[in-house]
């Protein structure tokens, strides 16, 4: 079955720096348009980046544009999210989520998303 596990969370002073990974499998993850999101604490789900299958188009939204940068290596099944220049109003907790459509770039459904992981930007 889909699994997507997420890791490198945790506590970073502002101005700091954190790399995400999402470990994918139970799907061919090379066809699959990836994207990340984040909730922070007692607000909704906030669509953070999305790259295509083959990793040459991404997308930011303005929040992080120019400090975040979303990758992804097929041939390890791994996408990735390198944080910079981390701000207190970045502290939430991220996840990975799967379009539910292959080979596609555009508006779409997820249809599968990781637990999470938690990061926190604090002093």
């Known amino acids: 079955q889909v699994q997507l596990v997420e890791s490198g969370g945790g506590l970073v002073q502002p101005r700091g720096s954190l790399r995400l990974s999402c470990a994918a499998s139970?799907?061919?993850?090379?066809?699959?348009?990836m994207s990340w999101v984040r909730q922070a604490p007692g607000k909704g789900l906030e669509w953070v980046s999305s790259?295509?299958?083959?990793?040459?188009?991404?997308s930011y939204a303005d929040a992080v544009k120019g400090r975040f940068t979303i990758s992804r290596d097929n041939a390890r099944n791994t996408l990735y999210l390198q944080m910079n220049s981390l701000k207190p109003e970045d502290t939430a907790v991220y996840s990975c989520?799967?379009?539910?459509?292959?080979?596609?770039?555009?508006?779409?459904?997820?249809?599968?998303w990781g637990q999470g992981t938690q990061v926190t930007v604090s002093s």
């Open positions: 139970g799907f061919t993850f090379r066809s699959y348009t």
């Open positions: 790259i295509n299958n083959a990793g040459g188009t991404t």
């Open positions: 989520a799967k379009y539910s459509r292959s080979d596609f770039w555009g508006k779409n459904e997820y249809d599968y």
